[in-house]
């Protein structure tokens, strides 16, 4: 069968283009992807309405402290996008024997500067020490809902976390994202990993995990990989489903503050 000389040009040029295209899409996401991944916007506040505060240097990171005097502390991480004031009131009834910090990352809430991977999780660290010195030999917690579960992981696996709650986790934020989007090279384009597996092979502490049966954000498989990659630990796991709970309203169940509770004494 004789070749058609212009269909095949025009075969190559729209391969080419559609090639040109793909690789334009995957370019503009590498750049461009921080401003996709974290949402800070609904979040912020004057500083005037904050009580507590890390000084980092380069940005002031600010919050707030419940309970204060407390022996025992707890440190809450919350999630992208999450105004983690509006856990204030919950956590302090939950938790009425410990001392609470909840921090806004940075170019959160009222907090300066610009969220990566990197700066906060040497924030989150520092926030950490800073409890510690306030609290002297005694034992510190530590409650991550969805980012914040990423946070909170590798926090645990750098730091002596007493007790760990993750609240709708995932196993990387780069497998998170290739599950969203399967028809892009996402885990390889995704700089800020948050590979929760890889920094809980540090932990030795007892930890809860806390899912949502109809999690529309973390996709089930992505918290299973989490779970499947704890279950091999000789520490303590405890998993709790609330049926009926979405990646948004957990909060909402009763259920949720109860498995908090009991877990966090």
Known sequence: MARNPRLL???????????????????W???????????????RLGSDMTDYAVDRGDVVLRGWRLNAGREKALIYFGGNAERIENMRESLAQWFP???????SYRGFGASEGQPEEAKLFADALAMFDQVA?????QPIAVI?????SGVASYVAGQRPVERLALVTPFDSLSETAQAHYNWLPTRWLVRDRYDSVAHLRGYFGPILVVRASDDDVIPPANTQRLIHSLQTRPQGLDVI???????????????YGQALRDFIH
Request: hydrophobic share 35%; with cysteine.
């Open 241 to 255: 489903q609330l049926n009926g709970a979405d990646h948004h309203n957990i909060g909402q169940y009763p259920q």
């Open 144 to 148: 991550g809902r969805s980012l914040g």
């Open 29 to 43: 996401l590498y750049f461009k992807q921080r401003e996709l991944m974290y949402f800070p916007q609904n979040t």
């Open 9 to 27: 040009q025009s075969v190559t040029v729209l391969a080419g283009v559609a090639a040109a295209g793909y690789l334009s899409i995957c370019g």
């Open 97 to 103: 024997d410990r001392t609470i910090y909840l921090v």
């Open 133 to 137: 010195r306030e609290h002297p030999k």
